[in-house]
């Protein structure tokens, strides 16, 4: 793979004008596709193994890279401890991710991340502090992050937060039809779920690191996008394994193979655990070497992440300054 591939004008080719993408209506359960998805662990752990090792995103073009990054954050904030306060701190970052004069400096417009991300009762300051801004916010929904609620009650908490003005909800699926290989089951639920939403686009949290095994994870990932799953997510970041290269692997593949067989493009959102400015380089590459420049756009990927933005905001300050500056300058709220 050349340099080349990853300049700063390659970047900047990843702005395509931005298209209305068709919302994936999904499909009827086809048990035999699912069945058929396989995982090679070890040719997936090895691939994955060799990435971030030769990944070479030149000095000069990393800072393109990670202001990509930035405008992919679902900025997000999913603690016990959440105040109105916090959200509203959260949303000026959002808003602002990146200093005016490091911008400046790179000579680059203002940018903001792809949405802010939080529990069911932030919606409401979260929406008065994006007004006006085009930010969405996503509200974790549906018993997060064990999914273990009454049925009725999932459903209502999905249409409040709706009703509350989240304009993407991040359900949590039930681990358990996974692990039983009860796929109809899974099936059944998510298009109850991908019905609740609504216009809101509904993202499948798969808690990749409950599932077992990657063959699981990728028939997971089918089922979900043929109930019609507008993203699927890896993580709740409250698993004990949360994002990991393997797994991005196995479901950025089933997104491919989903859009070679239905013509929807589903995104994709790695969660928990991403805080370091070169790993989220070393997701951007992953994925445009797997599904090409149009899923490196915020309307098909995402990383959900509360400390990313810190560490992108300090390695864009060295770039323009030369000087790291602590981590305490740059709070996400
Ligand atoms: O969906 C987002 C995750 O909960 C964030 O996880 P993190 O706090 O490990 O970045």
Redesign the pocket.
């Known amino acids: 793979m050349s340099v080349d591939t990853y300049s700063t004008a390659a970047v900047a080719a990843t702005q395509l004008p931005q298209v209305t993408e068709p919302r994936n209506a999904g499909m009827p359960l086809d048990l035999n596709w699912v069945l058929s998805a396989q995982a090679n662990t070890s040719a997936i752990e090895r691939r994955a193994a060799s990435l971030p090792a030769r990944r070479s995103v030149k000095k000069a073009h990393q800072a393109a890279w990670l202001l990509k990054a930035v405008t992919c954050i679902?900025l997000?904030t999913?603690s016990g401890d959440d105040t109105a306060r916090r959200v509203g701190r959260l949303c000026a970052k959002a808003r602002q991710p990146v200093a005016a004069s490091v911008l400046d400096a790179l000579g680059m417009p203002p940018i903001t991340t792809g949405a802010v991300?939080v529990y069911h009762e932030m919606i409401a300051p979260a929406v008065d502090a994006l007004r006006g801004t085009g930010i969405p916010v996503a509200a974790v929904s549906t018993g997060f992050p064990a999914g273990l609620s009454p049925l009725p009650l999932r459903i209502a908490e999905i249409e409040q937060s709706v009703a509350a003005g989240a304009a993407e909800i991040d359900i949590v699926i039930s681990r358990r039809h996974v692990l039983e290989g009860n796929w109809q089951a899974l099936y059944d639920e998510m298009r109850i779920f991908r019905a609740a939403c609504g216009d809101a686009h509904v993202k499948a949290i798969l808690a990749t690191g409950e599932l077992g095994s990657l063959r699981n994870v990728a028939r997971a990932s089918l089922v979900c996008m043929m109930a019609g799953a507008d993203f699927i997510k890896t993580s709740?970041?409250k698993e004990s394994v949360?994002a990991t290269l393997p797994v991005t692997l196995v479901m950025i593949r089933a997104i491919r193979d989903f859009y070679d067989r239905t013509g929807y493009r589903v995104g994709y959102k790695p969660?928990?655990?991403?805080?370091k400015a070169k790993d989220a380089i070393t997701y951007l590459a992953l994925i445009k070497e797997e599904l090409g420049d149009r899923w490196l756009q915020p309307d098909l990927f995402r990383f959900?992440?509360?400390?990313?933005l810190n560490d992108i905001e300090r390695q864009l300050e060295h770039h323009v300054s030369g000087n790291y500056s602590a981590a305490y300058r740059h709070p996400t709220s």
């Open positions: 679902d997000t999913l991300c709740t970041g949360n969660a928990g655990g991403i805080s959900g992440a509360s400390s990313l």
